[in-house]
């Protein structure tokens, strides 16, 4: 079964810095999809961004960018001149880009990092 | 732009007591989901719908729950006798087209509260 860990609770950084956010995860399948969600207080989940396995290039939004390492099993996010609205829990999530049946294969969430921005 | 919608937003509820949580997915999207976070922890997912049928569903997904997309648009989750243990943020999800990247739309959520 495939695993998704967050190392880091909470992390802080001060507005205008960078910070990375960790992820690993385990998995013996080559074809697979890679996110980070992002959770404000207001509890609604919103795509950040997406890594496809087979890609080499790591993806970038705007501020968010990630470093994937697929042989290390390891993708983390950075942003780049952190915001105050950048406050929220960060979710990485693995799936599995198998599809069969119909199905679209679930999502599988790590535990999140809590990210706090300082002013 | 097209959204995820979930009512109630908070619901409610005696232990024991059946539940109905509702969701309208986006409208043209054929895969939808159930996922539930208690508070403090991580997301889990419950079930995934597909052309009618449940086309995969988590260990947690027992006999007290089913789901059903009674006309073209809503999408429920029933918890037939709640437990305190079912106190948890619900979230519907939704996809479009049949690709392992395509990305799925959340909803709001539903906050669960059995007492």
């Known amino acids: 079964a495939q695993t998704v860990t967050q190392s880091q609770p909470e992390m802080s950084v001060q507005e205008a810095e960078t910070v990375t956010l960790s992820c690993t995860y385990d998995?013996?399948?080559?074809?697979?999809?890679l996110f980070w969600y992002k959770q404000p207080p207001s509890r609604q989940m919103i795509l950040v961004i997406r890594q496809e396995a087979y890609k080499q290039q790591n993806a970038t939004e705007n501020r968010f960018s990630v470093n994937f390492q697929k042989a290390a099993k390891s993708f983390s996010l950075k942003i780049s001149d952190s915001q105050l609205g950048d406050a929220a829990m960060y979710f990485c999530?693995?799936?599995?880009?198998?599809?069969?049946?119909?199905?679209?294969?679930?999502?599988?969430f790590g535990k999140g990092t809590k990210l706090s921005v300082k002013p | 732009e097209p959204e995820v919608t979930q009512t109630p937003s908070h619901q409610v509820t005696q232990m024991g007591q059946e539940v109905i949580l509702r969701c309208v997915p986006i409208s043209n999207h054929l895969y939808f989901y159930w996922y539930r976070q208690i508070l403090g922890q991580k997301v889990e997912f419950l079930v995934s719908?597909?052309?009618?049928?449940?086309?995969?569903k988590s260990e947690i997904f027992d006999d007290q729950f089913s789901v059903e997309r009674p006309d073209g648009s809503n999408f429920t989750l029933k918890i037939r006798s709640t437990k305190l243990e079912d106190s948890a943020m619900y979230f519907c999800a939704s996809s479009g087209e049949l690709a392992g990247g395509n990305e799925q739309f959340f909803g709001p959520g539903t906050r669960l509260t059995v007492l």
């Open positions: 998995t013996s399948e080559s074809d697979y999809y």
């Open positions: 719908f597909y052309n009618n049928e449940i086309s995969e």
């Open positions: 999530a693995y799936r599995s880009g198998w599809s069969y049946g119909g199905s679209q294969g679930n999502l599988i």
